[in-house]
């Protein structure tokens, strides 16, 4: 039996699917592929399905992957990606099918492009000059404080037209998983920036050594 990873874009409209929702997408777009993809066993057999990171409401992605399971023994990964592309919904868009490569565990480090209006860069430039960035971190065992200057020392940017950039890397991994929204949630109570104001996209996935996740 193969583990296959299938890569994804989810843009635009595409960003407000929850993952519950993606869930069922996948689900019913997998079976409509007519794919030869594993099924639980058991009273209620479906899909195994396994998503590395989920991803926040509102976000967007050039990295998303779901790893699924098949028995063919020669799958054409070409065929695969072309059969799913056909009946996406929109903002879905399939980049890469093929056999995994790195466990899913292995991931690191989440990479985003934080995009503002230039006039940001007033509220970025006062974060910098901060010594200290204390965020309250939301979590299923319960709340804790975070030190965002131990992460995100500086924000670097850059600017283009009325647009400014932020490029970053944060923690992903099991034991410490940091949302950029901790960033701009403080950006806005300690500067007034709005947070709606900020597109997130996330680039790419790192492990611990840097090592591009693919």
């Not at 890469?96 to 989440?110: E, F, N, S, T």
């Not at 430039?125 to 960035?133: K, Q, R, T």
């Not at 319960?142 to 400014?164: A, C, F, M, R």
């Amino acid at each position: 039996m193969i583990t296959v990873r299938i890569s994804f874009e989810k843009k635009n409209e595409a960003s407000y699917i929850s993952l519950l929702d993606l869930q069922r997408v996948m689900q019913r777009v997998l079976k409509r592929s007519g794919l030869p993809v594993w099924h639980t066993l058991g009273f209620n057999p479906h899909i195994y399905m396994t998503f590395a990171c989920p991803l926040s409401l509102g976000q967007e992605s050039e990295c998303e992957c779901v790893d699924v399971k098949t028995e063919a023994e020669a799958p054409d990964f070409e065929q695969w990606k072309a059969a799913l592309n056909a009946i996406m919904p929109a903002g879905i868009v399939i980049t890469h099918v093929g056999p995994v490569q790195m466990k899913a565990d292995l991931i690191a480090y989440a990479c985003y492009r934080i995009t503002y209006p230039a006039a940001a860069a007033a509220a970025l430039d006062a974060y910098n000059a901060l010594e200290s960035a204390p965020v309250e971190k939301h979590g299923k065992k319960g709340n804790k404080i975070i030190e965002l200057k131990d992460h995100i020392p500086q924000v670097e940017y850059t600017t283009e037209g009325d647009s400014l950039h932020i490029d970053l890397c944060m923690p992903a991994a099991q034991e410490l998983n940091l949302n950029p929204l901790l960033l701009t949630g403080f950006l806005e109570e300690k500067f007034g920036l709005p947070a709606v104001s900020a597109n997130i996209l996330r680039k790419k996935f790192l492990a611990a050594d840097k090592q591009l996740f693919v």
